[in-house]
């Protein structure tokens, strides 16, 4: 098994502490998981430093699906199915979770 060791800003290390244990997992399980998806051989788009921006858009999209949804529900289905196609295209989304 390969070691490395990481020097690390304090503001970030705390950071990395606080996602850690939002997952539940220690620092090096985090670490870990982080380099197993960021060396992802399909690779698919891991994460992004972008989630206020990504926070955003769900809301916005979620608002939009929901009025499109009351006003046309066949046409929201219609939408949902392209989308899925799409996110599988790019392998976005979890085969296991695809039903």
Do not use: H, W
Request: proline content about 4%; glycine content about 6%; charged content about 25%.
């Amino acid at each position: 098994m390969s070691r490395i060791s990481v020097r690390l800003d304090p503001a970030l290390g705390e950071r990395l502490q606080v996602r850690a244990a939002g997952a539940g997992l220690s620092l090096s399980a985090f670490a870990r998981s982080v380099l197993e998806q960021a060396a992802d051989p399909s690779d698919r788009y891991v994460y992004s430093s972008q989630d206020e921006i990504f926070a955003t858009c769900i809301q916005i999209l979620s608002i939009l699906a929901t009025s499109v949804g009351d006003r046309a529900p066949d046409t929201l289905a219609r939408g949902m199915n392209e989308a899925k196609t799409m996110l599988r295209q790019r392998g976005l989304l979890d085969p296991e979770r695809d039903r």
